[in-house]
């Protein structure tokens, strides 16, 4: 999840009292008739503000002349937009003129993969916005607060203003599991700070569920869809030179949905960081934030009781990935008194008690990447979830924008004497560099594994495909994009 480190918050811990639930009107949504996208042309959306390094000449591939509207797509976005193409790279398509901002493009998708919903600005306030994929067919769903950004310019320390951070800097949009019925969401639209809300896309109502003086923060469901759990926060002073985010954690509340019941969390799981992930419809783990270390324990939360038992004691290097099937942990250890795995990155089985090292060395981050079925240790590389390395940086220190393939094609982008460069290797091979160029990120194809697309920092789309990889340049997307991900 793409949360702001924490390094860049000031430090404070106070508990604070809990949101309470409330009953609310209901409202309805606002309907923007479809304008239907042109390959290259960002969808018509009137209610919201709206040099590539040479390559070797093209591989003679055919280009698909339109998107495959049965998928699967990949999807690119950065701040001049959001972009959708076939697996190939082929048929560049603007979806919508704006990035998602601090959201993760991975929730950000409807799980059957047929919409996207997400917060973004307008020149009355930030809005839910929807947009059917692949037609690029936009809607919004909700005002979350009436504010004009310019306000917020000139008065950066008012509640107003705090409520407007909330909203639009951190990652506040889930979807619900299964059938996607409901989108939990964060806003201020009935009261001053950032509270939880819920849009029912069978009856268009929003349903208000929290209300309080903490500030409403990243909400993601549980797997059967019964709670919606989040975290809440403020803003205090002193404050520096700089609002970077909030300072004061007051923890975090589940709540049921279907009485509206919110239910308080175990005090040391404070910050979105400590959610590692859920494990089951019930349960999820957690880190705690502790002041001495960091970050100490796991624990396994019961999110409709409130209850907590400890899976892992001791102190660890806050970074930790759980994998999709829920069966193991990747955790980076430094070396601490309080630390009992001692320096290095290890790989718990969920349920067991014992631990793998993995790596003697600590990990300065640690992802999950769906699109490359591994854990990302930055950076030292891809573990797998039994624990395997699977991708070892090419150049040590140097080397970021790591991609597998399903055919276990390695890419990275070396970064040396301020040059970025593309290389790829092939099962039993050695790295090639393939291309000359500064990377702001880089996916294999969903379908054949076997054609690597690159997005360069100037906005330049290209793909390489098997054996020779040679890159051609296949489409724009204007300027350096943050995120590419695989749409089912």
């Keep these: 999840m793409r949360i702001p480190p924490k390094c860049l918050m000031p430090i404070a811990v106070l508990l604070m009292t809990a949101c309470a639930p409330v009953t609310t009107p209901t409202m309805r949504a606002q309907d923007i008739p479809p304008t239907g996208p042109r390959a290259g042309t960002a969808a018509s959306e009137p209610t919201l503000p709206a040099s590539a390094t040479s390559a070797p000449e093209p591989t003679a591939i055919p280009v698909p002349t339109s998107l495959n509207m049965d998928g699967p797509y990949v999807l690119f976005e950065g701040e001049e937009g959001i972009w959708i193409a076939n697996p190939d790279g082929s048929f560049l398509t603007r979806l919508y003129d704006s990035g998602v901002g601090a959201a993760d493009l991975h929730r950000a998708i409807s799980p059957r993969g047929d919409k996207l919903a997400f917060i973004s600005s307008s020149e009355q306030g930030p809005v839910l916005v929807q947009i059917d994929l692949p037609s690029g067919r936009t809607k919004v769903l909700a005002r979350l607060q009436s504010v004009f950004p310019s306000d917020i310019d000139n008065n950066p320390l008012t509640a107003q203003a705090f409520a407007y951070y909330a909203i639009t800097k951190y990652d506040n949009v889930a979807w619900q599991p299964g059938a996607a019925r409901y989108v939990a969401f964060v806003g201020a639209i009935d009261g001053p700070t950032s509270d939880l809300y819920v849009y029912d ?288």
């Excluded at 001791?314 to 759980?322: E, I, K, Q, R, T």
Aim: proline residues 6%.
């Design 201 to 488: 896309r069978q009856t268009e109502e929003i349903t208000q569920l929290t209300d309080g003086g903490s500030q409403a923060l990243y909400p993601t469901w549980s797997p059967d869809g019964a709670y919606v759990l989040h975290f809440g926060g403020r803003w205090t002073p002193p404050f520096g030179g700089a609002i970077v985010g909030y300072n004061q954690a007051d923890g975090a509340w589940a709540v049921r949905l279907a009485d509206g019941k919110v239910i308080t969390q175990p005090a040391g799981v404070k910050w979105p960081w400590n959610l590692v992930g859920w494990l089951d419809a019930a349960h999820y783990l957690a880190s705690e934030d502790d002041e001495a270390c960091g970050t100490r324990n796991l624990l396994t939360v019961a999110a409709g009781e409130g209850e907590a038992a400890t899976t892992f004691a001791g102190c660890f290097a806050s970074y930790a990935a759980l994998s999709p099937a829920k069966d193991a942990v990747l955790i980076s250890s430094k070396d601490c008194e309080a630390c009992p795995l001692g320096e290095g990155t290890f790989l718990l089985m969920t349920g067991e008690s014992a631990s793998q090292q993995v790596l003697a060395q600590q990990s300065w981050g640690i992802d999950w990447f769906s699109e490359s079925a591994a854990f990302h240790a930055y950076p030292n590389g891809l573990v797998s979830s039994e624990g395997k390395m699977l991708s070892i940086p090419p150049v040590a220190d140097a080397s970021f924008h790591p991609a597998l393939s399903t055919q276990g094609f390695e890419a990275w982008e070396v970064i040396e004497n301020q040059q970025g460069r593309v290389v790829v290797r092939s099962p039993g091979g050695e790295y090639e560099t393939i291309l000359e160029a500064a990377v702001a990120a880089m996916i294999w194809d969903p379908l054949e594994g076997t054609t690597l697309l690159i997005a360069s920092q100037d906005g330049v789309l290209y793909a390489a495909s098997a054996p020779d990889f040679e890159p051609r340049p296949v489409g724009d997307l204007g300027s350096r994009v943050n995120q590419a991900i695989w749409v089912p």
